[in-house]
């Protein structure tokens, strides 16, 4: 069992109330958690979270544990699209024998987890596991030989003197999708110096404009906002909210400038 408030005083009520029911054995401060390493220096105030052994026992698992490595996640020349699936019965039955898929689930949790950076790669990959073809297993490979090459990759976490409690990042594509003409929305939400909250997705609708497409990652972004704002609030943290109003003004004038930011 994991707890998690926001003072040590209130981890040893909840341990005193546990024992009045409950044994209980006290294992201390986590140092893993669903195959995540965690490491604190309290002294220093920061936080680890890292996936090194899970990487390494999945570049292992899929015998790619003595590649060589590359510094893409995905190779930029590739387009991945649908018809690079198998369009016979035969190339249907070479792919039969291919873990595609559970690879792609391996480095599902991966990214979910502590690899921010892979978001995107996995979330096209996944696009095509109900009929992988063999372009779609060399881009598998090509992530996992990144993976080799990153392995000291981890989530740091350290106090900071900003005055937001948040900070957030936003973009999208349009029609980046070739099989569709979707957009991708991605965010990630930083809380001091470490991010904790991420994600790379296809749009549900299919944009007619680039502004649109952004405007609809903002509104994706902004809802993961307001989730974390109640996560935190259960813990105890105090919020201001500004007006929707000047919220709204806010985002209208910003957005240009943050667009003109990003395509330069």
């Not at 590739?78 to 559970?102: A, F, G």
């Not at 996560?231 to 004038?253: A, H, R, V």
Request: aromatic share 8%; net charge neutral.
């Amino acid at each position: 069992m994991t707890i998690a408030v926001k003072s040590s005083q209130d981890v040893q009520k909840i341990k005193d109330d546990l024992r009045m029911h409950f044994k209980l054995q006290d294992l201390g401060p986590t140092s893993w958690l669903l195959g995540v390493e965690i490491k604190q220096d309290c002294p220093r105030r920061i936080l680890t979270l890292s996936q090194c052994q899970y990487t390494l026992d999945l570049l292992d698992h899929f015998s790619m544990a003595d590649c060589n490595s590359v510094t893409t996640p995905l190779d930029p020349s590739v387009k991945l699209s649908s018809s690079m699936s198998p369009q016979t019965p035969t190339e249907v039955e070479s792919m039969c024998s291919i873990p595609y898929t559970q690879a792609v689930g391996a480095l599902m949790y991966l990214a979910i987890a502590t690899r921010p950076d892979i978001a995107y790669s996995v979330s096209v990959l996944a696009r095509f596991s109900k009929n992988p073809g063999l372009q779609h297993w060399k881009a598998v490979k090509h992530l996992l030989r990144y993976l080799k090459g990153t392995l000291d990759f981890k989530l740091t976490y350290s106090s900071t003197c900003s005055l937001s409690l948040f900070t957030t990042y936003t973009d999208a594509d349009h029609g980046g999708n070739p099989d569709n003409g979707r957009s991708t929305s991605g965010y990630i939400v930083k809380m001091g110096t470490g991010t904790i909250s991420w994600s790379s997705k296809l749009q549900g609708i299919v944009t007619l404009s680039t502004t649109e497409a952004e405007y609809a990652a903002v509104t994706t972004a902004g809802q993961e906002i307001l989730l974390l704002h109640n996560l935190l609030s259960e813990f105890g943290y105090k919020f201001k909210l500004l007006p929707l109003s000047t919220l709204i003004t806010t985002q209208l004038y910003q957005l240009p400038r943050i667009q003109s930011i990003m395509d330069a």
